[in-house]
């Protein structure tokens, strides 16, 4: 239980206001119970935010053998000398975890990245006259996306702005869109992290994504936004993982994402789905689901490789955003838009 908020001038005010209320035959005792609620409210409100903020600013870390506490950088747990290098210390990603419970830290992250581009685009929309309303539950004005990161095999290939296959993963073509993803991403990303890890998860996110969009931009015109080609690569990678792991648990598993598959391939007969980056998502997914490891890593050597991997694609994503904010408008220079 939260300690009770000591007075302060604000506590003065509304009592005052509450003898007031009294003295006219009001009911001021009823204002001095709401203003205390509300205050017992804040303050816990305020004992959470810093109980989340520590917890992401703790300098040790827990193994998961014996439960000791040991300091963020150890590689070896003191107690019982199981491996730690894989073991996360307290970081953003706990804060994340945090603020949306029950979902992973990666997952989190990757939906804060979509909403932030999403505001943005919103933002851009609106102030520049080109679109508002409810237009923008279905579609964002096609120079709103292109100069986001939207991305279509005449700039991708001929234009050589080969970044656009990677920025169009994280930019939704509408809140509609922005909405399902979303609910998709709270769905499949804790799973995929629990089974695979971070760096896993990551890697195969953004790999089933860029092939995704590749399929689509090499033999499609139209531009193409959204993560959806990176979703379908998890559902196909765990129903290859349900199909290689074979246990009553895997078994639920790959019949939830079988059933998940086949709502994706009915969204991808709506006029205006990519259906090709859905499926070449999905074809990504399930190959890597053969070849990806699950569980721990199995060494040291094995975790630094899949760090190595993951935060050369953080890089590999923040160059494609820095060339989207440099060269995003290029294109409308470039043919008199």
Known sequence: MSEEPKPDLLDGLVD???KALDALGLNGGRLRWQWRRKRREWNEARVRNSVMMRSAKAKHKMCRSCRALMPRDATTCPECDADMSTV????AGRLLSNIFPGVTGTTSLLLLVNCVLFVLMTMNAITSGSGGGMSLLFSFPWEVSVRYGSGSGLLAFADGEWW????????????????FNSMALLSLGP???SEYGTERFWVVYLASGI???LAHMATSGPGVVGASGALCGLIGLLIAFGTRVRTQATAHLKSAMIRFAFIMVVISL????SWKAHFGGFACGYLLGWIVPNGQFRSKAQATFWQLVSLAGVILVLYCFYEISVHGADVFERYGI
Not at 88 to 91: E, G, H, L, N, Q
Not at 164 to 175: D, N, Q, S
Not at 270 to 273: H, L, N, Q, R, S
């Open 16 to 18: 005052g206001i509450a």
């Open 88 to 91: 996360r210390a307290p970081s």
């Open 164 to 179: 656009r296959v990677i920025t169009a993963m994280f930019l939704h073509g509408g809140l509609v869109h922005f909405g």
């Open 191 to 193: 799973i995929m992290e």
């Open 211 to 213: 092939v995704g969009n």
């Open 270 to 273: 709506i006029p205006g789905v």
